[in-house]
């Protein structure tokens, strides 16, 4: 893939805390993405509330902003730093949900952000367990029985018709 040349500054959101023994490759692939992104000329503005992590080392990012990654603190940084795009993808869940935020907010299409790596459509799939059964029905791939539910009793009726009947009444014994 050609170098992108409309491109000048891009915005990473990190994963935020990590938790000993859980989401370290969020660091290291976010940490590698901006130097790989500096080292093809992109001007690389890092947005993560973990301060004890290389990430946030002022040589990995040309400007870093240790801040909670909340749509308040996101937006303002967005507004300004003014990126062309942002990439999220690289922040586990915290920077997919971010994404969907920014994204439903408006302020995306209002600063003309483009967001890099997964598509919003493809993001809201994977988050939705609707969309991602439907999808999985689409492409024929096996499931197990599922229903959305909303209540307790919902959830009890479901499991009573169902192949999760058995466990259901053996849990109650």
Do not use: W
């Amino acid at each position: 893939m050609p170098k992108r040349t409309d491109i000048k500054k891009i915005m990473v959101i990190g994963s935020g805390p990590i938790i000993i023994g859980q989401a370290a490759e969020f660091d290291y692939a976010g940490t590698q993405a901006c130097l790989a992104l500096r080292e093809e000329g992109y001007e690389v503005v890092l947005v993560n509330s973990n301060p004890a992590t290389i990430m946030t080392d002022k040589e990995i990012a040309d400007k870093v902003y240790i801040e909670p990654i909340t749509f308040e603190f996101v937006s303002r940084i967005l507004r300004k730093e003014q990126p062309d795009a942002i990439l999220p993808t690289l922040g586990g869940q915290t920077g997919l949900n971010m994404a969907m935020e920014l994204a439903n907010s408006g302020i995306l299409d209002e600063l003309g952000i483009e967001l890099l790596g997964t598509k919003l459509a493809a993001i809201d799939q994977a988050e939705d367990r609707d969309l991602f059964k439907q999808l999985m029905e689409e492409l024929d791939q096996p499931i197990p029985e599922s229903e959305i539910v909303s209540t307790v009793e919902a959830a009890v009726e479901f499991a009573k018709k169902s192949a999760f009947q058995s466990l259901f009444v053996q849990h109650l014994r």
